[in-house]
């Protein structure tokens, strides 16, 4: 199975600062044959299912609001949020579905 | 719009079997890969597997031995059960779907990441 690891555990950002989650995999998600990476991002608040924020590593999901961006390629990727909003407060977990099973980071907590 | 909404109990005895529904609304299940996903608390979380509406089926090879997945396409349903279960088993349990934007064009197939949730079921596993 291909390892997420995500860091840090846990970071609290101040209102309207940027906030930057990082994902690394135990082994490339990126398909050379079509240049995609198999990366996935999710939102979880307390309660609530996870809610996708961005397929394929950077594609944002309609309706996820723009200061929610991806980036990265091959085993490290990065999720960034421009400006902190009260909302964001969540859970942020990273995916991976290059192989089955698919697997899921650890988690990354982020306060105000 | 496409809505899940899953049923079961949320109490399951050691070594009984737990066995959950999800119901789709909104849509045909005949199209996109169904899974389900589950979450032990405060933990993360892990995919269970996956059934087609064709009943074809993938599950996590740690779970394989006690998975069974079935779909009724007629009631627009889809179903879980977990046997032998133990302690280790007690988690928010979802049902998901990977729908139009994990389709892979090059691949011809739907990727398994989630764009729709169910609201998930808690499920104990205790005498």
């Known amino acids: 199975d291909i390892v997420m690891t995500q860091s840090p555990d846990s970071l609290a950002v101040s209102l309207g600062e940027r906030a930057t989650i990082n994902c690394k995999s135990s082994?490339?998600?990126?398909?050379?044959?079509?240049?995609?990476?198999?990366l996935a991002w999710y939102q979880q608040k307390p309660g609530r299912p996870p809610k996708v924020l961005i397929y394929w590593a950077s594609d944002r999901e309609s309706g996820v609001p723009d200061r929610f961006s991806g980036s990265g390629s091959g085993t490290d990727f990065t999720l960034t949020i421009s400006s902190l909003q009260a909302e964001d407060v969540a859970v942020y977990y990273c995916?991976?579905?290059?192989?089955?099973?698919?697997?899921f980071g650890q988690g990354t907590k982020v306060e105000i | 719009q496409v809505q899940l909404q899953q049923s079961g109990p949320g109490l399951v005895k050691p070594s009984e079997t737990l066995s959950l529904t999800c119901s789709v609304s909104g849509g045909s299940i005949s199209t996109y890969y169904w899974s389900w996903i589950r979450q032990p608390p405060g933990k993360g979380l892990e995919w269970i597997g996956h059934?087609?509406?064709?009943?074809?089926?993938n599950y996590n090879p740690s779970l394989k031995s006690r998975v069974t997945m079935s779909v009724d396409t007629p009631k627009n349903q889809f179903f879980l059960k977990l046997s032998s279960v133990t302690a280790a088993d007690t988690a928010v349990y979802y049902c998901?779907?990977?729908?139009?934007?994990?389709?892979?064009?090059?691949?011809?197939?739907?990727?398994?990441?989630?764009?729709?949730w169910g609201q998930g079921t808690m499920v104990t596993v205790s005498s």
């Open positions: 995916q991976q579905y290059y192989s089955t099973p698919p697997t």
């Open positions: 082994q490339s998600v990126l398909y050379s044959s079509n240049d995609k990476n198999y």
């Open positions: 998901a779907r990977s729908g139009d934007r994990t389709y892979d064009l090059w691949a011809g197939y739907y990727r398994l990441a989630f764009d729709i």
């Open positions: 059934i087609y509406y064709t009943g074809s089926t």
